[in-house]
C-alpha cells in the first residue's frame, strides 16, 4: 500500500489527512480478438526507435458520482471496452522485440492496475492539487517495461474516478495516445462496432526510405540534473482573462493576433532568459524548441488516424548581438522568432523527405544543447489534443494532469475550458525559485 499526505484545509485552520492508494487488482488485459497473422509482427519506423524509454503518463480525472454497485459495473465495463478497444490498438498488447525493433503484437496484454483512495475525496484533491503534483505518481499507472502499456484506474470513496495511461514512447506519440484514449472511451460509452470510427494503422516503416545512406540522428545529451528528486515542478495557470490581458500586451498591429500557445510560450522563454541572466550574469542567446505534430505538413497527406511517432523539433532563436544588452526581450518580438521559426523551418513536407525532415531539425537542437554555449528551453504542447472530449458514459473529465518528466521541460495543456492554459514547468529547484519570481509570470499566472 502506498500512502502520502496531503494538506486538508479546515474552516479556521490547516488540518492534515492521510490519503491512502491501495493496489486493489494487477492483471493483464489482452485484446477480445486475436490479432490476424498477417499484423503479428509490426516493424518500428526510424522515428520510432529514436525513444527507449516509457512515456510519462497522462491521468484523466471524473466525477461521475453514484454508489458502490454502479462502480462494480463500471470497473467491469472499463475493462471489456478496454479489450475491445485493444483489438484496433493491437501493437499496445505486444511485446517490444529488441535485436529486430520491432514489436511481437503477440496478446500477451496491457498492464491493468485498479486501486481505491481512503481518507479523502477527489475534490479535496483537486482543490490542492498544485500541492499534489510531486504525488501524482501514485496515481499514474505501474512501472514495469515489459507491457507497453500500463493503465491505472483509482476509485475514491466519493465516487470520483482517475484513469491514467502510460503508454511506451516507441509505439506512441501524444496525437496516438489521445487518439487511444478517446477509442477507449467510445467503446466503454457507446461500444465499438465495425466502421462507427476510423480504424488507426500501424507500420509507418512503408513511408520511410530504407537502406544505410539515412541521414544520422544526434541522441539526445544527458541531462545536467538526474533524478526527479532534483527537479522541480509548477502548473501555472492561465485563464481566458489572463490569455486575453497578455495576447494584448504582445500584440504586434502588423501582424495576426497571436494564439493563445505562442504568448504563453513566449511568457515562460522569456522568464527562463531571466533566469539565465541572474545565473550567469549576462543575457545569452536562446533557443525555444517546440516538439511538432508533422501529420498536417505530410503531402500527399497520410490516412487519418496514421499512429507512432510522426513529430520533430523545431526551434526559435533570439541571438544577443551586444553583450552590454541586458534588457529582455518584448514578448512580441519572442512571437515573432516563433512565427518565423514555424513559417521558415517547415512547410509542406513530401512523404519521401520525411525521415530527413524530422532527423534535420532535432539535430539542430541536439547540437545545440551538447555544445552548452547557448540555452536551450524545451517546450512541448498537447493543446487542442481532445482529452477533454474522452466520455466512458459518466461525463467528459474536470481535469487533465501530467506527471512531471526527469527533464527540464515546458508542457502545455488546454485548461477544462478549453480557453486557457495550464503550463507544467519543470526546472531544478533554485532556478524555480528565480523563475516565479519574473514579473511578468507574477503578472499573468496563478500557481
Known amino acids: 500500500m502506498d500512502r502520502f499526505l496531503v494538506a486538508k484545509r479546515g474552516e479556521d485552520n490547516l488540518k492534515t489527512a492521510t490519503m491512502e492508494v491501495q493496489m486493489v487488482t494487477t492483471k493483464l488485459i489482452k485484446p477480445a480478438s486475436p490479432t490476424p497473422s498477417h499484423l503479428r509482427t509490426l516493424k518500428l519506423s526510424p522515428l520510432d526507435r529514436r525513444f527507449s524509454f516509457m512515456a510519462k503518463p497522462c491521468a484523466l480525472y471524473y466525477y461521475p458520482g453514484g454508489s458502490g454497485d454502479q462502480d462494480v459495473e463500471r470497473s467491469k465495463r472499463l475493462e471489456t471496452s478496454l479489450s475491445e478497444t485493444l483489438t484496433r490498438y493491437y501493437p499496445l498488447a505486444g511485446r517490444y522485440?529488441?535485436?529486430?525493433?520491432?514489436?511481437?503484437?503477440?496478446?500477451?496484454?496491457?498492464?491493468?492496475?485498479?486501486?481505491k483512495v481512503e481518507g479523502?475525496?477527489?475534490?479535496?484533491?483537486?482543490?490542492?492539487?498544485?500541492?499534489?503534483?510531486?504525488?501524482?505518481?501514485?496515481?499514474?499507472?505501474?512501472?514495469?517495461?515489459?507491457p507497453l502499456a500500463s493503465i491505472q484506474v483509482t476509485w475514491f470513496d466519493c465516487g470520483g474516478i482517475v484513469i491514467a495511461v502510460r503508454i511506451h514512447h516507441m509505439v506512441v506519440d501524444g496525437f496516438t495516445a489521445a487518439s487511444f484514449f478517446n477509442a477507449w472511451a467510445t467503446a466503454s460509452r457507446e461500444g465499438l462496432e465495425e466502421g462507427e470510427l476510423v480504424s488507426p494503422i500501424f507500420g509507418l516503416t512503408s513511408f520511410?526510405?530504407?537502406?544505410?545512406?539515412?541521414?544520422?540522428?544526434?541522441?539526445?545529451?544527458?541531462p545536467k540534473i538526474f533524478g526527479m528528486d532534483k527537479l522541480s515542478t509548477r502548473r501555472l495557470v492561465l485563464d481566458e482573462a489572463k490569455i486575453s490581458s497578455l495576447k494584448a500586451k504582445a500584440r504586434d498591429h502588423d501582424r495576426r493576433e497571436p494564439s493563445k500557445v505562442e504568448v504563453v510560450t513566449a511568457l515562460i522563454w522569456r522568464a527562463l532568459m531571466g533566469v539565465s541572466q541572474a545565473k550567469h550574469g549576462r543575457l545569452r542567446t536562446s533557443l525555444a524548441s517546440h516538439t511538432v505534430n508533422l501529420r498536417p505538413k505530410i503531402v500527399p497527406p497520410l490516412p487519418p488516424l496514421c499512429c507512432g511517432n510522426l513529430l520533430t523539433k523545431v526551434a526559435a532563436r533570439f541571438t544577443v548581438e551586444d553583450s552590454f544588452d541586458m534588457a529582455l526581450?518584448?514578448?512580441k518580438d519572442l512571437i515573432g522568432l516563433l512565427r518565423d521559426a514555424a513559417k521558415h523551418s517547415i512547410g509542406?513536407?513530401?512523404?519521401?523527405?520525411l525521415?530527413?525532415?524530422?532527423?534535420?531539425?532535432?539535430?539542430?537542437?541536439?547540437?545545440?544543447?551538447?555544445?552548452?554555449?547557448?540555452?536551450?528551453?524545451?517546450?512541448?504542447s498537447w493543446c487542442r489534443f481532445p482529452f477533454y472530449e474522452a466520455d466512458f458514459g459518466?461525463?467528459?473529465?474536470?481535469?487533465?494532469?501530467?506527471?512531471?518528466?526527469?527533464?527540464?521541460l515546458?508542457?502545455?495543456?488546454?485548461?477544462?475550458?478549453?480557453?486557457?492554459i495550464e503550463a507544467w514547468v519543470t526546472l531544478n529547484p533554485p532556478d524555480m525559485l528565480q523563475f516565479l519570481q519574473d514579473d511578468h509570470i507574477l503578472a499573468f499566472t496563478s500557481f
Open 97 to 115: 522485440m529488441k535485436q529486430t525493433h520491432s514489436i511481437d503484437c503477440n496478446d500477451e496484454g496491457v498492464e491493468y492496475l485498479e486501486a
Open 120 to 146: 479523502l475525496q477527489l475534490s479535496q484533491l483537486l482543490s490542492r492539487r498544485d500541492e499534489m503534483i510531486p504525488q501524482l505518481d501514485h496515481l499514474s499507472g505501474g512501472e514495469s517495461s515489459t
Open 208 to 222: 520511410f526510405p530504407e537502406g544505410n545512406n539515412l541521414p544520422k540522428q544526434k541522441p539526445m545529451p544527458p
Open 329 to 331: 526581450p518584448d514578448l
Open 348 to 353: 509542406e513536407v513530401p512523404r519521401q523527405d
Open 355 to 380: 525521415y530527413s525532415t524530422a532527423i534535420k531539425y532535432r539535430n539542430e537542437v541536439h547540437e545545440s544543447i551538447e555544445k552548452g554555449e547557448e540555452d536551450v528551453f524545451l517546450f512541448t
Open 394 to 408: 459518466w461525463g467528459k473529465p474536470v481535469w487533465i494532469s501530467r506527471t512531471h518528466p526527469p527533464a527540464q
Open 410 to 420: 515546458t508542457v502545455l495543456l488546454d485548461n477544462p475550458g478549453g480557453d486557457g
